[in-house]
């Protein structure tokens, strides 16, 4: 009989968001610092027999979604080795990919071929300056470009990333949402999380990571009712923790992914980062090292039990582990691509 993976919150835990490389073509300033990080040696990476072997126990676990995730997953070799992979483990229902949009283009009709119907694009403005800003030399007509093809393709969900930076203003909040009126697209924009190692002196000099928003959540909402009434969706749409409006008569949705402690309680993901460690929390230090398991020759059923043992550990809320606290402040110790955002 198949096994459940049930935290001690009664959490059950279906959904992985794994990180094949920690490798990106951008350096987006809430992210990487600019000069990038120190790069895993690639011996240090999973290769694909391992991610395989890795989720084979998962689903065996119950995990049943998976979202493909880095750094870029798209910059790793073979990437539609490994999600025919995936696809092809029992157990394994849904696999998506979030991606910085930039090399997505060409990739497109073989990530539809290979079983890809749900992507997530990274866009933090429609502003082509303001985008090479916040992503360190990112070209947005790219991103623009492949997002049309994701729709004209029919991927079921095309779902857009925008973090609000310090950069974010009345404009951008203005543009994306009639981006959300215009497309059958999901625009959903993101509490920025601050994250401790990021030169933060240099990102608020740049006004870019500041926490002094010029334009927060509820600024958004008024800006929505420019273009309408909206109304809640009740239904869920994925499975993360953004919460969706729809504006009446528009063609896409607008969702919120607000940091609070509150989306903790209904968790329901690990990480696998891409040197091969489960991760509980975003916010937790705590991981185990899955890599050296497997290559120390540990078998499948004593790993599964590592596992079942290991999920009693995640945090009941990010604010619950003291580790993730800088100063006073609520902070990832980690930069988001080595851990999977
Ligand atoms: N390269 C891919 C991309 O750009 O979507 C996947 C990796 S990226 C780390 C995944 C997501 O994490 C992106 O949507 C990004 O905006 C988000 N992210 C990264 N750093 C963040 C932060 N400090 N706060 C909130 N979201 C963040």
């Not at 998506?96 to 073989?110: A, I």
Request: net charge positive; glycine share 8%; charged share 30%.
């Amino acid at each position: 009989m198949k096994e459940k993976l049930i935290d001690n919150y009664n959490r059950k835990i279906d959904y992985l968001r794994l990180s094949v490389t920690d490798r990106c073509n951008l350096r987006c300033t809430y992210c990487m610092p600019e000069r990038g990080i120190k790069l895993l040696d690639r011996r240090e990476l999973l290769t694909f027999e391992e991610i395989l072997r890795v989720v084979r126990i998962l689903s065996e676990l119950g995990i049943k979604k998976i979202r493909l995730t880095g750094g870029e997953p798209l910059l790793r070799d073979n990437i539609l080795d490994l999600i025919e992979g995936i696809r092809n483990i029992t157990g394994i229902e849904d696999i998506s990919l979030t991606t910085n949009g930039t090399l997505l283009g060409k990739f497109l009709k073989d990530l539809y071929s290979a079983g890809i119907r749900r992507i997530n694009i990274s866009m933090d403005s429609l502003d082509p300056e303001k985008y090479r800003r916040i992503t360190r030399g990112g070209d947005l007509s790219k991103v623009l470009e492949a997002i049309e093809s994701s729709i004209e393709m029919g991927f079921e969900s095309v779902k857009i990333n925008a973090v609000l930076t310090g950069l974010f203003d009345r404009k951008d909040s203005l543009e994306f949402i009639k981006f959300a009126v215009e497309k059958p697209v999901s625009v959903r924009f993101i509490e920025m999380i601050p994250i401790s190692g990021l030169n933060f002196v240099e990102c608020t000099r740049n006004q870019i990571n500041t926490g002094r928003l010029k334009v927060g959540i509820s600024d958004i909402f008024k800006s929505m009712n420019k273009f309408g009434k909206y109304h809640k969706i009740k239904e869920p749409l994925g499975f993360g923790p953004a919460v969706y409006y729809r504006i009446n008569g528009s063609k896409g949705k607008i969702g919120f992914i607000i940091n609070k402690r509150e989306s903790c309680y209904y968790c329901n993901r690990i990480r696998l980062t891409s040197k091969g460690s489960i991760k509980l929390c975003l916010f937790s230090g705590l991981e185990i090292d899955i890599k050296k398991e497997i290559r120390d020759g540990t078998d499948n059923e004593r790993i599964k039990k590592l596992i079942k043992s290991f999920i009693k550990r995640k945090p009941k809320d990010r604010n619950s582990n003291m580790k993730c606290k800088v100063g006073s402040d609520l902070k990832i110790a980690s930069f988001m691509n080595k851990i999977g955002g």
